[in-house]
């Protein structure tokens, strides 16, 4: 965890007044407690095709052939601009090397989901939309992990995108010495127990995903894509305490030869309050890590499933 992973954010969120009426809608966790852990970029879809601050609302239309993006109040269509910049702008973000999205959520721009959506001459909308940026981004490129800043509000679910976040960017980093048959079974091993952690499904996917495309004679890039394709789309479902657990108990398995019986069984006490709702996550990781330090057991296996994201975040004794 060396590098910083860059993160791409809706400008407003980090306090930047671009929003249409002139002021900004500043996400503070991003801005005050965890900008030190990522290199933000944020970016103002809206703004970056001229449309101004401060400026109309817009809103997404359905026309009854496709949906545009349009100002109601003087019919203006900035659709195609937007498309267009949309392209443009999420291949460079792309290039830079960004490891994540955070969408400004509600916006006809940047909303991943429930985005108001209005029919042609009617003032009420359905919310079953996605903002036209975001649309675009998430379509080019679905291997990497987005979410709204309203999400990151629940301990739980901020852990999670963040430990995407760094599994994306520990893959990014290794694909920048160029991809191999090797270094992707390596990458897979190496992320086996938090693959189970997180998706017990995903992993077995993911086995199979890179047996095939190796039988297939694919090239070692693009079975790479389509393995953090498939990861991200599978690791987008929240994890359970089921799961972690399991993987606490194969750590448990590794360590059983060292720990006396006392010792074993406090283990498998505390596990069990975990997945009980009755201790955080954070416990029974630090046992087992002091367990496996001590013994000098320590590998990278255990390490990317124990310290998925860096524990300065704050947020694993929340979880
Ligand atoms: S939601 Fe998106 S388009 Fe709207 S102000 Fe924020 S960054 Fe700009």
């Known amino acids: 965890m060396d590098n910083k992973p860059r993160l791409a954010v809706s400008a407003c969120l980090l306090g930047e007044k671009v929003c249409h009426n002139g002021d900004s809608a500043e996400f503070r966790a991003l801005t005050n407690e965890w900008n030190g852990h990522f290199d933000l970029v944020g970016i103002c879809p ?9 400026r109309p609302a817009t809103r997404l239309a359905d026309d009854g052939e496709s949906i545009r993006l349009v100002n109601p ?26 490891c994540g999205f955070v969408f400004k959520k509600d916006s006809p721009s940047c909303g991943l989901e429930h985005v108001k959506v209005y029919r042609n001459g009617h003032d009420q909308a359905v ?20 979410i709204e800043e309203s999400r990151l509000t629940d301990p739980q679910q901020a852990e999670h ?24 079974k390596e990458f897979h091993n190496v992320n086996n127990l938090f693959l189970l952690s997180r998706s017990p ?15 297939n004679g694919e090239h070692p890039e693009t079975v790479a894509l389509a393995y953090m394709t498939e990861a991200q789309q599978s690791l987008n479902v929240l994890t359970k305490a089921g799961p972690i657990a399991h993987a606490m108990e194969r750590v448990l398995g590794n360590l059983s030869s060292n720990l006396s019986k ?7 006490d505390v596990i069990h309050d975990f997945r009980q ?9 630090a046992l087992l890590q002091n367990h496996l330090r001590r013994y000098h057991i320590d590998t990278a296996i255990h390490q990317r499933f124990l310290s998925p994201i860096p524990s300065s ?6 979880v």
């Open 46 to 54: 809206e703004v970056d095709i001229g449309m101004g601050t401060p």
């Open 73 to 98: 109040q003087n019919g203006n269509d900035f659709t195609s601009q937007m498309l267009e910049y949309a392209q443009l702008q999420a291949n460079a973000l792309v290039d830079s090397g960004i």
């Open 127 to 146: 919310r079953n939309g996605m903002g036209m940026f975001a649309k675009i981004f998430t379509t080019l490129y679905p291997h990497i992990p987005v």
């Open 161 to 184: 995108y963040f430990a995407r976040v760094h599994f994306f960017s520990l893959w990014y980093h290794e694909g920048k010495k160029g991809w191999t048959d090797k270094a992707i």
């Open 201 to 215: 499904d995903a992993k077995r996917k993911l086995g199979r995903l890179i047996i095939q495309g190796f039988d």
């Open 262 to 268: 006392s010792e074993r069984q406090e283990m498998l």
């Open 277 to 285: 709702g009755l201790l955080p996550r954070s416990v029974p990781l």
């Open 313 to 318: 975040l704050g947020l694993m004794a929340r």
